[in-house]
């Protein structure tokens, strides 16, 4: 006999314990994450440094940051692995150990062992669609930057050639200057 399990909620699924992996809440369940690679890690921790240099006085860039958005009309928390919010969204006074509670301008994912670039276009229109500003698809193996928008194509980048970043005003960085720094 099946035992059919009930759907988490938003409030039963922010309420779980911290565990050792990283849960998604996906369609009512908690569904774990990827375990990160050493390309994964130094890439995130890259592109914390240089959007922390950028970000500053303007928001905060954090990494696996949970945020509350909808998708399908159904409570959605991915766990990007990193997440650019301005002041402007979310205020420098707002300080609350929980999810991130307004859809960012920026969430960056890595791709990680097990996981496809058609996954992560998925999950990045899913994003667009909940109200994030833009999404990066980040590829070592290619080393390269895909960026999604919500009103026009996605575009690749590699070497260095900048980013088309209009809503991140002044921001300024190659695929190059990531990938240097992570030394990948």
Known sequence: MEVQRQALTLDEFLALPEGE????LIDGEGVPKVSPKYFHAVLQAALLVLLGG??????RVL???????KRQSA???PVPDLTYISYER???????????PVAPELVIEII?????????TAKAGDY?????VQVWIV???ARSVTIFYPDRSPETFDGNQPLDTPDLVDLVLTPSQIFDQARV
């Open 21 to 24: 992996e990283s849960l998604e």
């Open 54 to 59: 950028w970000c500053r006085g303007k928001g």
């Open 63 to 69: 990494p696996e940051w949970a945020v509350a958005l």
């Open 75 to 77: 409570d959605w928390v």
């Open 90 to 100: 979310l205020p420098r006074t707002w300080c609350k150990n929980e999810a991130c």
């Open 112 to 120: 990680s062992l097990g996981q496809t670039f058609g996954q992560l």
């Open 128 to 132: 667009l669609k909940a109200g994030v």
């Open 139 to 141: 590829d070592a193996e």
